[in-house]
């Protein structure tokens, strides 16, 4: 019996044993659920780490992508300014004196520094100056011989000589119309205009063009053929010239002062259009044209001409009493060429100076000297005004070709003072210098009481300070 029930529970005791394992299991498996829930909630908080990371970074690229920008503005910035540096080395040019200078620049020369016309000129060892054949006391050329003679004549000789050319020699003298002057100097053909060219305000702003010296103050006059409107019938005026045809340039303001003018007036006239000096002179002596308009000067010369060749054929001419306008005659160089423009201007403005002081083409050396030599306290020149004008660079050229300390005393040489120079373009030549307007002889176009006369004549020639 004993060993029966010992049987029966050896079974039993196994089934017990089989319990006590499921339970083991049932434990393991919580154990690793429990890990694999912690794992989990790692991962969690490494996606979220994560995650922070990223919105971080993200930020930070934003961050860096705004820094990126402002670099590249300031990289643009630095660039345009190291080429406007550059183009100010170049041309020497003082901020402050034009707040669109640079602007102007690019857009007048695309970007591209061009060299100093000063430079240019040097290097080819000569000087191309735009000048008129025809006009006598401005710019003209005697047929026969050759030789030219005018005040634009002489201040392309003064210029020449400032620069340090010879100015009898290095000079080449190209014929500059009213149609092509402005062409001609924006392409180069000609290094500088020195030929009766207005100052006005579309030409300073549009035709890539810079005004220098004004050397003379002019205004608009007419030339009228006596048989077809009486001096006497009309009492020398240009009201009187009622349906005349007018020989007028073309490309010229003259063109434009006389519709203004005769429209103010309301006068009918008819415009004939000539391409130059020499085809309105020809119609005017035809009868194709009554009249024949342009500068004062040019209009006094063309008379001086015309009654001295006998070409009228016995037709008396007059001039009308009035000025159709106001015309600065100045010269001309190309747009932000400031070294050479500056050349141009000053030195005409030297030759007003040296009038002025009293120094001549025959005692600038001593004058020099004078002015000069120490004072008897030894304490600077008796003359400093004098003695820069005489001796100093005053800061015109460029770098590679500063204007020699003397250049002043060269161009006094060559053409003399504004005076000396004036006397030779219209009057006798004999001129001292030094004694006004009223001791010049023989004047085709007197310059006593006229815009023309120094400041201290009660004109309006005169320099700003040489300083």
């Known amino acids: 019996m004993f060993l029966a029930l010992l049987m029966i529970a050896v079974p039993l005791a196994g089934c017990t044993g089989g319990d006590v394992t499921d339970d083991d299991d049932t434990v393991s498996d919580n154990t ?42 300031d990289l643009e910035g630095l660039c345009c300014t190291l080429e406007e540096m550059t183009v ?31 430079d240019t000129i040097i290097a080819r060892g000569s000087m191309k100056c735009g000048v008129k054949e025809s006009q006598y006391g401005m710019g003209y050329m005697d047929a026969g011989t050759g030789v030219r003679s005018g005040l634009d004549i002489s201040y392309c000789q ?23 002057r402005f062409d001609k100097l924006a392409s180069g053909t000609i290094d500088v205009l020195i030929r009766t060219t207005t100052w006005t305000t579309s030409r300073d702003a549009d035709l890539n063009a810079d005004f220098a010296g004004t050397n003379f103050f002019d205004g608009q006059g007419i030339l009228v053929r006596e048989d077809a409107y009486p001096a006497e019938l009309v009492s020398n005026s240009a009201t009187g010239l009622h349906g005349a045809n007018i020989c007028v340039g073309i490309g010229t303001t003259t063109e434009g002062n006389l519709v203004d003018w005769f429209s103010s007036q309301d006068i009918e006239f008819t415009s004939i259009p000539v391409s130059d000096a020499a085809e309105a002179t020809y119609k005017f002596q035809t009868g194709e044209c009554d009249a024949f308009t342009g500068d004062m000067s040019a209009m006094v010369a063309k008379k001086w001409q015309l009654d ?52 001549t083409s025959t005692n600038y050396a001593s004058m020099a000297s004078d002015a000069c030599s120490p004072t008897e306290s030894g304490w600077g020149a008796s ?47 004999d001129y001292d210098g030094v004694s006004g307007s009223a001791a010049m002889n023989d004047c085709l176009i007197s310059r006593v009481g006229t815009l023309n006369a120094l400041v201290s004549e009660g004109g309006l020639q005169y320099s700003p300070p040489m300083r």
């Open 32 to 73: 690793e659920l429990n890990a694999a829930n912690e794992r989990i909630a790692e991962l969690e908080a490494l996606v979220q780490s994560d995650q922070t990371t990223i919105s971080a970074l993200v930020a930070t690229a934003e961050v860096d992508q705004a820094r990126i920008v402002e670099l590249e503005e």
């Open 88 to 118: 100010q080395y170049q041309y020497g040019y003082d901020e402050g004196s034009d707040d669109a200078w640079y602007e102007g620049y690019v857009a007048g020369s695309a970007g591209s520094i061009q060299e100093s016309t000063l």
């Open 158 to 180: 003064a210029l020449a000589a400032a620069i340090g050319l010879n100015p009898y020699t290095d000079v080449e003298y190209i014929p500059a119309s009213g149609s092509d």
């Open 308 to 359: 001295g060749d006998g070409s009228m054929n016995g037709v008396d001419i007059w001039i009308a009493q009035e000025l159709l306008s106001k015309e600065p005659l100045a010269a001309v160089t190309r747009d932000y060429d400031s070294e050479w423009n500056e050349i141009v201007g000053w030195v005409w403005w030297g030759m007003i100076t040296a009038e002025e002081m009293g120094v």
């Open 383 to 429: 003359d400093p005004g004098m003695c820069r004008l005489l001796t100093e660079n005053l800061g015109l050229g460029t770098t590679e070709n500063p204007l020699a300390g003397d250049w002043m005393q060269a161009v006094l040489s060559v053409v003399g003072n504004y005076g000396e120079a004036y006397d030779d373009a219209f009057c006798a030549g």
